[in-house]
């Protein structure tokens, strides 16, 4: 488990990150105009481990000055449901997550609707896809994938970006992106990490496309899938390793 020390580690440097930086287009997609940062503080998973799920039962995101703006919490270490509550302990929206193929995972908007159809939020892929679809419960889509991009300062980064998808367009209109280089992924963390936190930057008009928690909390599940495909990999490993030494 995390200690009480590592936690308060994380905060501080999550309050230290948010206030150094700040939040600018890609220079690739200037039409993406930053508004709000969050940043969310987890360490994710080193390649080289044993393929255990990761030890941080609640996940702090932050805004910038530091202060709490919502916490990620699992119930029990080896399963990656979760629920997103506010500095309140509101919960806002509960991950019922699903490991393997066929079995996607499912988004619930925690609110006063009695009727858990009406505030399901669906999950579409392939499982070995690293991007994800979101349907909303009006139906609209939203889809969570990686680019690598040019920075503003120059520097190339794999995003995390979060897309509105109209129709059938390839393209639709980025909403959100997580950013993790070396100025803003979480302490601990290094760019072979999976699943490690950075600065979640939200467009300024994100509030009418999607509701903030539900950004995060789709985020918070595309960084879950990125560790348990590492820890696919690890297994793989090591299932080798022994038949090799074995044989």
Same mark, same amino acid.
């Given at each position: &488990?995390i200690? %009480?020390? /590592?936690? %308060?580690?994380?905060?501080?440097?999550?309050?230290?990150?948010?206030?150094?930086?700040?939040?600018?287009?890609?220079? /690739?997609?200037?039409?993406?105009?930053?508004?709000?940062?969050?940043?969310?503080?987890?360490? $994710?998973?080193? *390649?080289?481990?044993?393929?255990?799920?990761?030890? /941080?039962?609640?996940? $702090?995101?932050? @805004?910038? #000055?530091?202060s709490?703006?919502?916490?990620?919490?699992? !119930?029990?270490?080896?399963?990656?449901? =979760?629920?997103?509550? #506010?500095?309140?302990?509101?919960?806002? *929206?509960?991950?019922?997550?699903?490991? $393997?193929?066929?079995? #996607?995972?499912?988004?619930?908007?925690?609110?006063? +609707?009695? #009727?858990?159809?009406?505030?399901?939020?669906?999950?579409?892929?392939?499982?070995? +896809?690293?991007?994800?679809?979101?349907? &909303?419960?009006? $139906?609209?889509?939203?889809?969570?994938?990686? %680019?690598?991009?040019?920075l503003?300062?120059?520097?190339?980064?794999?995003?995390?970006?979060?897309?509105?998808?109209?129709?059938?367009?390839?393209?639709?209109?980025?909403?959100?992106?997580?950013?993790?280089?070396?100025?803003t992924?979480?302490?601990?963390?290094?760019? =072979?990490?999976?699943? @490690?936190?950075? /600065?979640?930057?939200?467009?300024?008009d994100?509030? %009418?496309? &999607?509701? !903030?928690?539900?950004? *995060?909390?789709? =985020? &918070?599940?595309?960084?879950?899938?990125?560790?348990?495909?590492?820890?696919? *990999?690890?297994?793989?490993?090591?299932?080798?390793?022994?038949?090799?030494?074995?044989?």
């Amino acid at each position: &488990m995390i200690s %009480e020390k /590592e936690k %308060e580690e994380l905060k501080t440097s999550a309050a230290s990150i948010a206030s150094g930086t700040t939040a600018v287009s890609t220079a /690739e997609n200037p039409q993406f105009i930053a508004g709000k940062s969050l940043f969310i503080s987890t360490r $994710g998973i080193p *390649v080289l481990r044993l393929p255990l799920p990761p030890s /941080e039962l609640e996940i $702090g995101i932050y @805004n910038a #000055d530091g202060s709490l703006a919502f916490q990620s919490t699992r !119930e029990k270490r080896w399963s990656g449901s =979760c629920v997103l509550s #506010d500095t309140s302990r509101n919960n806002l *929206v509960s991950t019922t997550y699903f490991w $393997g193929p066929s079995r #996607d995972p499912v988004l619930q908007l925690l609110g006063p +609707s009695a #009727d858990p159809k009406a505030n399901a939020i669906k999950t579409v892929s392939k499982w070995t +896809s690293r991007s994800q679809k979101f349907v &909303m419960p009006d $139906g609209r889509i939203f889809e969570w994938t990686y %680019e690598r991009e040019r920075l503003a300062g120059g520097k190339k980064a794999t995003l995390l970006v979060l897309y509105r998808r109209d129709g059938s367009a390839k393209n639709g209109k980025r909403i959100a992106q997580l950013v993790r280089d070396e100025d803003t992924r979480s302490p601990g963390s290094s760019k =072979c990490s999976a699943g @490690n936190g950075g /600065e979640l930057v939200l467009s300024q008009d994100a509030a %009418e496309a &999607m509701d !903030e928690a539900v950004i *995060v909390a789709t =985020c &918070m599940l595309m960084l879950k899938k990125e560790i348990d495909r590492r820890r696919t *990999v690890q297994m793989i490993m090591i299932s080798a390793a022994i038949s090799g030494g074995s044989g």
